[in-house]
Structures are given as C-alpha cells and as structure tokens.
Antibody, heavy 118, light 107 residues
Framework: EVQLVESGGGLVKPGGSLRLSCAASGFTFSSYSMNWVRQAPGKGLEWVSSISSSSSYIYYADSVKGRFTISRDNAKNSLYLQMNSLRAEDTAVYYC???????????WGQGTLVTVSS | SYVLTQPPSVSVAPGQTARITCGGNNIGSKSVHWYQQKPGQAPVLVVYDDSDRPSGIPERFSGSNSGNTATLTISRVEAGDEADYYCQVWDSSSPAVFGGGTKLTVL
C-alpha cells in the first residue's frame, strides 16, 4: 500500500525557517518524481515545487522561488522541503504528492500544517 | 502563466447528473486531471488524462475535454459526492496549474 506521511509542520515567526519531511513507503520511491502542494486555510490548491526521480530536474512556483528548497534522499525514501524567510502568506497545509508520467498526482499524504505568525 | 477557471459552486439533487467545467485557453490540447477533496481530507484523484479513472473510482465519474473547456461529469449523484473538485494541467509556463475549485452541493 502506497503511503506518504508528512511531518515537520508547526508555528513559526515571520522570517523564520522550517523543514518539512515526507516519508514514503509501499512503492519504489526512487522511480517517481515528487511534489509539494499547499492549501491555505479556506483556499484552493497551489502547487509549490517538484523534483524528478534522480533530483536532476527541480521546479518552483514563483511565490516560493529563492526561499524554498526541495530535495530528496532516495536511500531513505524521503522528500524534503526547506522553507526559509517564511511569510504569513505561506500559512497552509502542505501535502506531498507522487507524480505520474502524465503529470498528475495519484497519491497524496495527509498534509502538515504550517502557521506563520508572530 | 496558464489560468484554469472553474465555477465556484454547483448544486444538484441526488440521483441527477452534475457537470463541473474547467476553462482554459486551448485546454483541449492538454491532459486534464480532476481531484475530489472532502473537508479535512487530502485530495483524491478521480479522473486523469481527461477521461481515465484510477482503480476504485466509480464509473459514475467521467471526464471530457475539447476546445477551451474540460468537464467532469458525475452521474447518479450521491450525498457522499459532496466535496470540492479541482482540475489540474501541466503547462510549460507554470507547472502543475490548478483551477480555483468547485464546491459540489448535493441538495
């Protein structure tokens, strides 16, 4: 059974940093591109970042470019999101999601809440 | 950047057919994917590549895509279908674009 479990969310002050993790199991993690998608309270889905299976290709939404860094450790079956210079508008539930070849997301984690507030 | 436009809400009586649209410039040339999200839960893929269903998704869920509009159709709507629905495409100018979401209300 495919499982994606996010962790690392919490309350952080504006300008602070946080590192999210996503532990994957039930599939060959190293064969799939992975993504982070977020959802602000009461709002829609917003794609944040993607990383290819071997980390060769990395993309970011303009809203996080230069502040967030996506990475992965295939040996540990884990995906990460390092978030720096956090802003109030980064407050959201952050989901990790597995990407398929036609660029859709077939499995999602349960999400981890990040709150940026003083 | 590429923009996907969905109606904020759609209402339908149980047993009827719900149609949720997703508009975008020449969206018919792209693969469209649809997600269902119930309150407090993660999104679930219900249709991918315009009209394919993942295993476990009822045949009542179907999709189409042509011209400037893609449509998610839910036949014989049930109370359990009440949720937010999002369309998504992959675009070279802005990877993984989501529509704004449509709240489906079952009357």
């Amino acid at each position: 059974e495919v499982q994606l479990v996010e962790s690392g969310g919490g309350l952080v002050k504006p300008g602070g940093s946080l590192r999210l993790s996503c532990a994957a199991s039930g599939f060959t993690f190293s064969s799939y591109s992975m993504n982070w998608v977020r959802q602000a309270p009461g709002k829609g889905l917003e794609w944040v970042s993607s990383i290819s299976s071997s980390s060769s290709y990395i993309y970011y939404a303009d809203s996080v470019k230069g502040r967030f860094t996506i990475s992965r450790d295939n040996a540990k079956n884990s995906l990460y999101l390092q978030m720096n210079s956090l802003r109030a508008e980064d407050t959201a539930v952050y989901y990790c999601a597995r990407q398929r070849s036609s660029m859709h997301f077939d499995y999602w984690g349960q999400g981890t809440l990040v709150t940026v507030s003083s | 950047s590429y923009v996907l436009t969905q109606p904020p809400s759609v209402s339908v009586a149980p047993g009827q057919t719900a149609r949720i649209t997703c508009g975008g410039n020449n969206i018919g040339s792209k693969s469209v994917h649809w997600y269902q999200q119930k309150p407090g839960q993660a999104p679930v893929l219900v249709v991918y590549d315009d009209s394919d269903r993942p295993s476990g998704i009822p045949e009542r869920f179907s999709g189409s895509n042509s011209g400037n509009t893609a449509t998610l159709t839910i036949s014989r709507v049930e109370a359990g279908d009440e949720a937010d629905y999002y369309c998504q495409v992959w675009d070279s100018s802005s990877p993984a674009v989501f529509g704004g979401g449509t709240k489906l209300t079952v009357l």
